[in-house]
């Protein structure tokens, strides 16, 4: 595999509804898009880095900065005897891993495509439908939370995810128990709280939840699942030999690509830790990557991989991304990631580009 050309896209799409985590409420997205073009044909990655640097040090902008002047170089016109190469290749680039993983996985994609196989195959995933939950942000009120809740319950997803922050976390699960009854229910604090919040956490035991995601390393019953603290394979392996966490949430962004993401998974299996896959209010295409990430054996609980019209509508592909009434999302079956990425929408969306050649 060769790549000669990288088109960088700057996209601004609104989202159809905010989003409100610990960290603070956005009401559009501004991300990155990436092309690249070698042998013959096309691969699109997204990069996940959000405007602002809460969830992680990195954002659009060194995003786009890293892309161009650093990623680019290192892998225009250079033969690759497959993607798994591409991350070596970036190794003296120190972290940016969701600049790197935007390039990388548009490379699998290339590879998939040019194979005429699906992405789910060339990751060792598995032709299957996959467990979608619901991530729901912060809401004004208890009854609004209700309402969502049930709206997304009628809509068959199998988990549901609240965000939590201090002031907004014990009320709100203990209504949904009251409301919903033994419902599969997580949830995600995003590092919000610490170490003298621990008898106050220590109260979300009572509500049976599957897991509570990224607090301190509190004295629950409760499984902890880690997500932004695990940006490598060493750091999962020492986490989860000190205890720290008995679940494990995969973005790919944040591990820097889809080899990386293969290792920490097997890893993970190797340890008996279950994982899934997390979201990062991705447009259809980096949702596409996710839903094929998400065929690997091991990804056993229902992701944050959710139906697109939740984000982004129209989003920028077709078919849209689907949940059933059973809660699952159908893989797609063509080469690549198998979906049809508007060039319409894109365009419309599209605030800055930049095209560069080996
Ligand atoms: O912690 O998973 C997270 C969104 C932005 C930053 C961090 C997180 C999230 C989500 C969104 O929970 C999940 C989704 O894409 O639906
Ligand atoms: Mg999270």
Known sequence: MRIQTIELR??????????????????????????????????????????????????????WHIL?????????????????????????????????????MAAWDLYARRSGIPL???????????????????????EALAEKVEAELAAGYRRIKIKIKPGWDVEPVRMIRERFGAVPLMVDANAAYRLDDAAHL???????????????????????????????????????????????NIKPGRMGGFAESIRLHDLCAQRHVPVWHGGMLESGIGRAHNLHLSTLANFT???????????????LIEPPIE????????VPAGPGIGVEVMADRVDAATTRRQVLSA
């Open 68 to 104: 161009s002047e650093f990623v680019a170089p290192r892998v225009l016109g250079i033969a690759f005897d497959h993607p798994r190469a591409i991350g070596p290749a970036l190794k003296a680039i120190r972290g940016h891993h969701m600049a790197k993983a935007a390039l990388e």
């Open 202 to 248: 220590a109260e979300l035991d009572a509500f049976d939840l599957m897991m509570v995601e990224q607090p301190l390393q509190a004295r629950l019953r409760t499984p902890i699942c880690l997500d932004e603290s695990i940006k490598t394979v060493a750091l999962a392996d020492a986490a989860i030999a000190d205890g720290a966490c008995r679940i494990i």
């Open 10 to 63: 700057l996209l601004r799409l609104p989202l159809v509804h905010y989003f409100e985590t610990s960290f603070g409420r956005v009401d559009q997205r501004s991300f990155v898009v990436l092309s690249v073009q070698g042998d013959g044909a096309t691969g699109i990655g997204e990069c996940v880095a959000p405007e602002d640097p809460y969830y992680s040090s990195e954002t659009t902008e060194t995003a």
């Open 301 to 315: 609980l229902p992701g944050d991989v959710a139906a697109s019209h939740r984000y982004f509508e129209p989003d």
């Open 120 to 142: 789910w195959q060339l990751l060792g995933g598995r032709s299957t439908r996959i467990a979608s939950g619901v991530s729901i942000g912060i809401q004004a009120s208890l």
């Open 323 to 330: 949940v059933a009434r059973d809660g699952t999302i159908g």
